[in-house]
């Protein structure tokens, strides 16, 4: 028998098929391009407020996201703080990265938490609101997810892997007012971006 919060096989399927087959075109409305926050702005250290997925402002913040991040080069995810709001929704699309194994699309949650997390690994990563770093992160391996989808409100819990659970890692602290810089284990773990022309 599972422990009250621990989801079932059967929830965790139904999650990751959901989640799959969301689409942006749920939300009903066309993203606009947002500008990115750079650190040290105040909103990138604030914990964002939990949100009403259904308000239509947050389906519009939804639909931002995605629209700033698909015109990112080398962007997987994008948080609303780093486009200025203080809210705990994110999107996430690390479908064509090379080093993803598991990935459920393109999508954005809203109140996510980990449920569940294991093995921690080290690995570089960077972001658009440190836009001069990268750095090195002991993140879980594998993660348990819980969120709510924006629009419908509908709630998902998904099991992903590797990058994606990086990356949902990453879009989390954001959400709770925290870079990937304030989770290095010092200044020998944080680089110079290199620029390539």
Partial sequence: MSAP?????EALEEGSARLRAWTEAELGVTGEVRPVVT??????STAGETVDPTSPD????????LATQRVSPGCVGLAAPQVGVSA?????????????????????LCNAEVVE?????????????????????????????????????????VRTDAFEAR????????????LFLDRVAGA?????????L
């Fill in 88 to 108: 705990r929704v994110f999107s996430v699309d690390v479908s064509e990265h090379p080093k993803t194994r598991t990935h459920h699309g393109a999508y954005v």
């Fill in 5 to 9: 919060d621990t989801p079932t096989d």
């Fill in 39 to 44: 650190a040290p702005a105040a909103v990138l």
């Fill in 167 to 178: 990356c949902l890692q990453h879009e989390m602290d954001h959400c709770a007012g925290y």
């Fill in 188 to 196: 020998h773990a944080v680089y110079a971006r290199r620029t390539y």
């Fill in 117 to 157: 997390s294991s093995r921690n690994e080290k690995a570089r990563e960077g972001c658009m609101s440190a836009p001069d770093f990268t750095g090195d992160v002991k993140r879980a391996s594998r993660l348990v997810v819980r969120g709510r989808l924006p629009g419908t409100g509908e709630e998902v819990v």
């Fill in 58 to 65: 947050v389906v519009r913040l939804a639909a931002d996201l």
